[in-house]
């Protein structure tokens, strides 16, 4: 089956500097790739997805690159603000039958004013 | 718009007593997962129901767990007895099309 791992656990920046997250998958029949944030205390939610079809989306301070050769995926934050705090998700499914998502281990994200 | 619905939101039981855990999906939603975390590891898939049939069970952990989805609607993952490992936050998702919309979900303690 699937497996995804990610890296880093923790991640301590400056606000302002640039935040990067990275994650590799296994399985080659996986096409569509989301990051979800989890705030303290609250649900996970959608910030970003990709699609395999696709090598690059970005929507405001956010972007992620998915490298399929490769099978790796990253999240850039730029300008990384105090509310950008919180443990980031990467995950990989199949769209196909609107499978299981496997998710990565998670990155605490602090961002220091 | 509603969102997902967990319930309860945290639980504390001994060890060997039984819990059941509340799923209510978005409205119109086939798609139902449960998913769990344990000791801020990942978030590790349960199960998923396409309405009320169950489609990929391949994550449940052993028979202790069952879980139910009656009418297609809302969905019941009951641990019995429950065991120390089982602690954990217990996340439901539902999804239509790509996004997965997340429970709150339920923080379960066994002592």
């Known amino acids: 089956g699937e497996n995804v791992e990610q890296h880093p656990s923790t991640l301590s920046v400056q606000e302002g500097d640039s935040a990067v997250i990275k994650c590799t998958y296994s399985?080659?029949?996986?096409?569509?790739f989301p990051w979800y944030k989890q705030e303290l205390g609250k649900r996970p939610q959608l910030i970003i997805d990709?699609?395999?079809?696709?090598g690059e989306k970005k929507d405001q301070r956010i972007a992620v690159t998915l490298n399929k050769t490769a099978k790796h995926f990253s999240l850039h934050i730029t300008e990384t603000q105090p509310e950008d705090s919180a443990v980031y998700f990467c995950?990989?499914?199949?769209?196909?039958?609107?499978?299981?998502?496997?998710f990565g281990a998670g990155t605490q994200v602090v961002v220091t004013p | 718009e509603a969102g997902v619905t967990q319930f309860p939101s945290h639980s504390v039981i001994e060890k060997g007593q039984t819990v059941t855990l509340r799923c209510d999906p978005i409205?119109?939603?086939?798609?139902l997962y449960w998913y769990r975390r344990v000791m801020g590891k990942e978030i590790k898939f349960l199960l998923h129901?396409?309405?009320?049939?169950?489609?990929?069970e391949s994550g449940m952990p052993n028979n202790r767990f069952l879980a139910e989805r009656t009418g297609g609607t809302y969905s019941t993952l009951k641990v019995q007895p429950a065991e120390l490992e089982d602690s954990g936050v217990y996340f439901c998702?539902?999804?239509?099309?790509?996004?997965?919309?997340f429970g709150q979900g339920t923080r379960l303690t066994v002592v």
């Open positions: 998702a539902s999804r239509q099309r790509e996004e997965a919309f």
């Open positions: 399985d080659s029949a996986s096409n569509y």
């Open positions: 990709i699609r395999s079809n696709v």
């Open positions: 995950a990989a499914s199949h769209t196909d039958s609107w499978g299981k998502l496997q």
């Open positions: 409205s119109g939603h086939d798609n």
């Open positions: 129901f396409v309405k009320e049939s169950k489609q990929d």
